[in-house]
Structure formats: structure tokens, C-alpha cells
């Protein structure tokens, strides 16, 4: 009977539920996709396997493992922790033989992987979809395996490379590697490959000397026929390697070669949370708006008869409905979304070309389940008053305000405050986490700002309609009913302060984030004349630099080579972005040093940022320990603590130290005193210092907010016009009294004015308080916005939208032949 009854109700009210419907057809649509996204980073492979024609693969340790004992009394509670290299370790040389005379071993391999640059007469050979360049000698490519199509194996001088790099036999290429830079010739053309890697294959007594690598990174095993697998592993786990097999054996690959996909995880888990929330958000008023505006029928019902058990069965079975048949198109639409949103994160780098959208029917039913209980749950809770007091008590609220206990709401809000305050002033803003905990405590403050919505909004209301009052009658009459119905205002005004608090705090403190850039980097060159850096290749070769350094019109030089370092943060190892550095002559480069200098730094020292060292309790003269690119080990000690670490790196080592342990290992950039001459050197690029490309992620940020900005606009049109078509039976019966058409515009047009301003006054005051916190954390400035213009704009944006919002289904619904006949 209940259900009969709900389906009645909602086919003879179907445009009071077109709102409800498109909230959760839009709210199961971007939770779908978002959870599509974020599983199918999580579950997506390593990339083919270069390995794929061996049984067993040997090499060194890929990343660095952590272990961890805590003594909780009666038991231990061990944790280990690992991080993914971005090198890897070359082996003993004598490995290779101790490998192949192993029992049961019947053919070993070496493979000695190394990164190389090609080019054609300066113009760089670059691999579809941002595939790595990956060098190897010749030995290996049946590993795989490749095949040759043209030509012939490389001599020495000669190369023979993938067909995805589009080059032909006899073409005469240039390499560089961290050895320097060498002409060659292309001898033939191979297939075969993995995604996501073009193969360069080079002579093999050459890769000595073209890697600078003493061993190789991997020795591939044929197992003799026979032979007992495990019993092969564990002989060969004792030469103190690590042993691939299976799926495995892709690990034993080059770091950098295989697809990486921890910051994408980083990037769709926020993209996931920043939807999730706003759908959840958005979703709960909407359907608390809507039953608010019931509450007429509610009482009616509750006169004739119906319990509040009863009442509560409808209104569940009614919102059931509604969002399953939203549902049915919104999980389509869901997946749409995740592809759009995966194409342009690709286009935009920041996630691997290889990167495609998983569908998994689980997420798509999570999703529909999660959509249908947040509109159970808020259906529920707003219900709860609405069906258990007595009718005429119901009545008597649906022409006046009422206010129900304040301390559940306070106390509310106090938590949630406090919350967001323990955040903004306990965790590290300044660091990595910054970006995701400045949503985390804006999310709080709006859910504080929701439970405070009556008291917060209604203080806000009382203000502002009296300012709007000063326009005239229309204005006072608009200023009175908004105060009277302060919880329709809110109901209106919470959502579009959470369009522009959410979307505000992101672009803003990305905005910030790459302004504070910008302006180290531009303290940090500012010394130099001029900034060289290649233009056919990723680097420069050691060599290179120096001959460029040493020209005679150099007074001071500084070269820089990128690299990442790992750090044990108590008992979980973290990978750091870092520099090499040489100085000399003149200072070239302009760190910002606070502690310690800069010229005490050699092979075993290592200068850090100045959130690093405060964060890890770091003074100069300290040695802590740190694993290099490759898994070597060190303990370097600290003589220098530097503040222009943005766009740049947290520690400062050895250039020659990194260059060793790097597998790239090339100079990213010299910067020079001076006005050298360097036709010399037509591979080179120069550029005024401090011009060089910001290394940032605003581009995703602002995909983000494009994202969240979308449903959120959509939301606030829909709420407005669930909000106005709720009033149709008050607009007639003000056109019964003489009001005009005109003057009712007039007068929603004002009272949209009230509600639009009260939104922007709130969202400004909690984007303003955790961009806030967002930009004293970077720098010590504290700032509201990086660019007054965008910030205006979006103020203005926002603004517009809900004006527009409530103008619009007014015109529609103040119409006479729209309005309801009474009497």
C-alpha cells in the first residue's frame, strides 16, 4: 500500500521532485565517476613486462623497506612501510656468473638499462604518449622479446631502436647520457616492446661506457629444463638479491620506465573527496529543502489519520524511488565523467599516458547505494520534527518560523570548529599535505556553518535586509519575509556558500602556492646573468657543464641536477624532491640560506629546506641517514639550512654524488655571472635567470575546480528553483491581493539580492580564514587572494549565478496561468 501511495504521490507531483531527482542523478553521477577514477589508479598494473620471455629475474632492491616495532603490553604490533626508488642499483659485475652456475640455472642474461636521450641535428626524437627512453645492450632485446625488422644488431657507434620512435636505417642520431653526448647511426629498427617504453639497443661492450654504470641493474634467468623453480630462487636469494617471478618480474624493471601512479592515487583520492563531499553536501539540503516545504501536506495527513510510522514509510519509499530512477542515467553518465576527467588529466601530464578508466560494477553499485542512503538518511532527519508534532502545531509552522533547541546545533558546531582550527594550526600547512587539509577544514567549516545555518544566517539576514530595506517598500517587505523565513535562507543561501568556500580555497591557494614560487625562484636566480639549459635533451651531460662553466667570461657558476632523495620519517620512508649542486666562482645562485653555508657542502654533506629541518628536529652539524636514487645509503651531515626551496627541492647534495647515483644523472640547468659567449655550444638554450617553467600543479587544480564548480553551480540553480516553486500557492495569493507581476519580480529580485549576499559574506569569511592560514604557512604573509582580479571574478561569478538562479524560476512561476487557483 505504502508504495502504491508513493508512486501516486510522486506522478502527481512530479515537478516538486524534478529538483530532488536532478540533485541525485548529478550527486550518483560524480560519485560514480570519481570512484571509477580512483579504482582504476589503484588497480592498474605496473606495464607490460620487459621480462615476459624469462622464468626469474635478479636485481637489486627497488625500493626502500621500513620496520617498525611498537610494544603495546601484551603484544607487538609490527608495521613496515616501503617507497619506490627512482634509480636503480647496479649489481656486481661477477653476479652475472655466480647467477648462471647457480643449480638449476640455464641461461643468465645481464641487462644494464640506463636513460638516453636521441636527437637529429639538434631536434629531439622524442617516444609517443611520453613513453620513456630506455637504453640496453643488445644481449637483452631477446629478453622481451624484440625482433628486428630492418637492418642489422648495433656495432659499436651504431643503435638499433624501437619502431615507435619512428626513425629509419642509416639515419644518424646524437645520445646523450650522463657520460656525455655521442653521434651515432640508427643500424636497424626492432619490434616488439611493452607500453609505455621505446628501446634504444646499443653494442654490448659499449654500455660501460655510454651508462657509466659498473654492473648491471637486472640479471634475466632461463631456468635448465627440469629444474624446481623454487628451489632456483632460493638458491639465488642468497647472493642477498631481490628474485622476480611472475607478475613480479616487471619490478625488476628501471624505475621511471614502468608507468608511476602514487600521485595520480594523491589526485583522484582528492578528486573523489572534493565530489563526494559537495554531492553529500548538496544533496542532503536539497532533500531537507524539500521536505521542510511538505510540511502543509504533512500536517493535513496527520489530520486524517496517518501516523508518523506512516508518514516516515511514504517519505522513504517517495525518496527511494526518485533516486533509483535518477540513478538508472547517472551511472552512464558517471562513466562519462570519468573519461572526460582521465582524457585531460593525461593531456595535462599529470597522471600516465598508459592510464585508462577500469569499469567495475562494484563502484557503480557502492555508488547508487551511497546516493540512496545519504537521501534516506536526510530524508529522515528532516522528517523527524516535521512528523511527530501534532497537526496543528504543523499548521501553525508553515506561516510562521519556529526555533527549536539551539544547543545541539552549537555544540555542533563548536566540534566541527575546533576540528578545522586543530587542523589549520597543528598540521604542516607549508608541506605536501597542505592543499588536502586546507579542503579538509574548509569542509569542516561549512558543516559548522550548516549546523549554525538558523542562528548564523539569520544574524546575517537581520543585517543585511535591513540594508536593503533602504531601496524601498519592496526592499522592507523582502527584508521582512527573508527574516521570517530565515530557514527557507538558509536552505538557498548554505549551498551557494559552499559553491564559492569550496572552489575559492582551491584556486586561491593554488594561486598563492605558485605566486610563493614564482618568488623564490626569482630570489633564488636572481644573482645570474643568464640561465643555460639544453634544448635537445633533458639535460646536460657533467662534461658539457663544466667545459660551459670554465669559458673565460664565467665569474661564478652553479649547476644543478635533479633527483630524489628518501627520508626515514619516524619509521616511514618518504621520497623527497632534490638537487645537486655545484658552486663556483661568484654566487650564481641564491638559496636564502638562514643557518650554515652552502660553501662546506661536498660528497658528504647535504643542505636542507627549512620546513624539513624544523620538521624533523634537523640542526646543522646533525647526520641524518638518507637513501640516494638508486638505494645507496649515506649518512650525510647537515651544514646549511636554506629558505628558497620552492620549485627547487628539500636537500641539497653533491652534484657528483647525485650524478653517480642518479640513472639520468644530467645537469638540469647552469647559472651563470657573467656574459659568456656560447656559439660554441648550439645544443644550448639561454634565458634570462628566473624565467624557467614553474614546476606546479595548477593546471589539475583548476580541473578540479572546474569539476566541483560545475555540479555546484547546478546545484544552486536547482535549489533556487526548488525553493520558488514551493511558493506558488504565496505568489497567488498576493496576486489576489493586487500585487502585479512586476512588483513580485521586483520584490524576489531583492529578496535573491538578501540571500545571494548573505552566501558570498559567509563563503568569503571561511575561504578567507583557511586561504589564510593556506598562505602564512608558505611564506609568513598572510594574504586572501594571489590575484585581486580572479578573486573579484569570482565573487562577482558567484554572485551573478544566484541572481540569475532566483530570477529566472520566478519569471516562471509568478505567470498567472502558473499560479495555483484558490477558494
Known amino acids: 500500500m505504502t508504495l502504491k ?73 609490527v608495521k613496515t612501510k616501503t617507497e619506490r626508488l627512482a634509480g636503480a642499483q647496479p649489481l656486481p659485475a661477477d653476479l652475472v656468473g655466480a647467477v648462471a652456475a647457480t643449480p638449476g640455472v640455464g641461461t643468465a642474461v645481464a641487462d644494464t638499462a640506463f636513460p638516453v636521450a636521441l636527437d637529429i641535428a639538434g631536434t629531439p626524437v622524442r617516444a609517443p604518449e611520453r613513453a620513456s627512453v630506455v637504453a640496453h645492450g643488445w644481449i637483452s632485446a631477446p629478453l622481451t622479446p624484440y625482433v628486428l625488422r630492418d637492418g642489422a644488431a648495433p656495432a659499436s657507434g651504431e643503435v638499433a631502436v624501437g619502431a615507435e620512435l619512428g626513425l629509419s636505417v642509416g639515419q644518424a642520431v646524437r645520445l646523450t647520457t650522463k657520460t656525455g653526448a655521442r653521434d651515432g647511426r640508427v643500424a636497424g629498427v626492432v619490434t616488439g616492446g611493452v607500453p609505455g617504453q621505446a628501446a634504444v639497443f646499443v653494442a654490448d661492450h659499449q654500455v660501460g661506457e655510454l651508462s657509466g654504470l659498473a654492473g648491471p641493474t637486472a640479471v634475466a634467468v632461463r631456468l635448465a629444463p627440469g629444474a624446481d623453480r623454487d628451489e632456483v630462487v632460493a638458491a639465488l636469494e642468497k647472493h642477498s638479491v631481490a628474485v622476480h617471478t611472475d607478475a613480479d618480474k616487471v619490478n625488476a624493471d628501471l624505475p621511471g620506465a614502468v608507468p608511476d601512479y602514487v600521485g595520480a592515487i594523491s589526485i583522484f583520492g582528492f578528486v573523489l573527496g572534493i565530489t563526494g563531499f559537495a554531492a553529500v553536501f548538496v544533496l542532503t539540503g536539497t532533500v531537507s529543502l524539500a521536505v521542510r516545504q511538505r510540511l502543509r501536506e504533512l500536517a493535513l495527513l496527520r489530520t486524517a489519520g496517518a501516523t508518523p510510522r506512516q508518514l516516515r514509510r511514504l517519505l522513504d519509499t517517495e525518496i527511494a524511488l526518485v533516486t533509483a530512477v535518477a540513478t538508472v542515467p547517472a551511472l552512464p553518465a558517471g562513466v562519462v565523467v570519468a573519461h572526460l576527467v582521465a582524457e585531460r588529466f593525461r593531456e595535462l601530464g599529470t597522471v600516465p599516458a598508459q592510464f585508462t578508466v577500469a569499469i567495475n560494477p562494484m563502484v557503480l553499485i557502492a555508488s547508487a547505494a551511497l546516493g540512496l542512503l545519504v537521501t534516506l538518511l536526510a530524508t529522515s532527519v528532516a522528517a523527524r520534527r516535521a512528523v511527530r508534532i501534532s497537526p496543528t502545531q504543523a499548521l501553525r509552522e508553515t506561516v510562521t ?243 628558497h626551496w620552492r620549485g627547487f627541492g628539500d636537500l641539497v647534495l653533491d652534484a657528483e654524488l647525485v650524478a653517480a647515483h642518479d640513472p639520468r644523472g644530467l645537469i638540469g640547468a647552469v647559472y651563470l655571472r657573467g656574459e659568456p659567449d656560447l656559439t660554441a655550444f648550439p645544443m644550448l638554450g639561454t634565458a634570462r635567470a628566473g624565467t624557467a617553467e614553474v614546476q606546479n600543479q595548477q593546471a589539475a587544480w583548476e580541473l578540479m575546480v572546474a569539476v566541483s564548480l560545475s555540479f555546484t553551480a547546478i546545484a544552486v540553480v536547482n535549489t533556487f528553483a526548488i525553493a520558488t516553486g514551493a511558493r506558488r500557492r504565496e505568489f497567488a495569493e498576493l496576486r489576489l491581493t493586487g500585487a502585479t507581476s512586476r512588483q513580485l519580480h521586483r520584490l524576489l529580485d531583492r529578496e535573491a539580492l538578501i540571500t545571494v549576499t548573505v552566501a558570498l559574506v559567509l563563503g568569503c569569511l571561511i575561504s578567507g580564514v583557511v586561504v589564510g592560514a593556506f598562505s602564512v604557512a608558505q611564506d609568513g604573509q598572510w594574504r586572501l587572494f594571489a590575484d585581486p582580479l580572479r578573486y573579484l571574478g569570482m565573487v562577482a561569478g558567484v554572485g551573478l549565478l544566484g541572481l540569475v538562479a532566483g530570477a529566472v524560476p520566478a519569471r516562471f512561476v509568478v505567470r498567472l496561468r502558473s499560479l495555483p487557483k484558490l477558494g
Open 5 to 77: 501511495l508513493a508512486i501516486a504521490s510522486v506522478r502527481r507531483r512530479l515537478g516538486a521532485f524534478t529538483g530532488t531527482f536532478l540533485t541525485a542523478f548529478l550527486a550518483v553521477a560524480l560519485i560514480s565517476g570519481s570512484g571509477l577514477l580512483l579504482y582504476s589508479v589503484l588497480t592498474a598494473g605496473p606495464g607490460g613486462d620487459r621480462f615476459a620471455a624469462v622464468d626469474v629475474v635478479v636485481a637489486a632492491d627497488r625500493s626502500v623497506e621500513l620496520t617498525t616495532r611498537q610494544d603495546k603490553g601484551d603484544k607487538v604490533k
Open 401 to 643: 518560523a519556529t526555533h527549536g533547541s539551539r544547543v545541539p546545533r552549537i555544540l555542533s558546531a563548536a566540534v566541527l570548529t575546533g576540528g578545522a582550527v586543530a587542523v589549520l594550526g597543528l598540521v604542516p600547512l607549508g608541506g605536501n599535505l597542505g592543499m588536502g587539509m586546507g579542503f579538509v577544514s574548509c569542509a569542516l567549516l561549512l558543516c559548522a556553518a550548516a549546523a549554525l545555518g538558523p542562528i548564523l544566517v539569520g544574524g546575517l539576514t537581520a543585517v543585511v535586509s535591513r540594508l536593503v530595506g533602504l531601496t524601498g517598500v519592496l526592499g522592507r517587505i523582502a527584508g521582512a519575509m527573508t527574516r521570517i523565513e530565515s530557514r527557507r535562507v538558509v536552505g538557498v543561501a548554505i549551498p551557494l556558500t559552499l559553491m564559492f568556500a569550496i572552489n575559492a580555497t582551491m584556486l586561491l591557494n593554488g594561486d598563492i602556492l605558485t605566486e610563493v614560487t614564482v618568488d623564490q625562484q626569482a630570489a633564488r636566480t636572481a644573482p645570474a646573468n643568464v640561465q643555460v639549459s639544453a634544448t635537445n635533451a633533458p639535460g646536460l651531460p657533467l662534461t658539457t657543464a663544466e667545459e660551459v662553466t670554465a669559458l673565460p667570461s664565467v665569474t661564478g657558476s652553479a649547476l644543478t641536477v635533479g633527483t630524489r632523495i628518501v627520508v626515514d620519517q619516524e619509521g616511514k620512508p618518504e621520497d623527497y624532491p632534490a638537487q645537486g649542486l655545484r658552486l663556483s666562482g661568484e654566487r650564481a645562485l641564491d638559496l636564502g640560506v638562514s643557518d650554515g653555508n652552502l660553501d662546506d657542502l661536498t660528497a658528504d654533506a647535504v643542505a636542507v629546506s627549512g620546513p624539513l629541518a624544523e620538521q624533523r628536529n634537523w640542526r646543522v652539524g646533525d647526520r641524518p641517514t638518507f637513501w640516494l636514487a638508486d638505494g645507496t645509503r649515506t649518512t650525510l651531515t647537515v651544514v646549511a639550512v636554506f629558505e
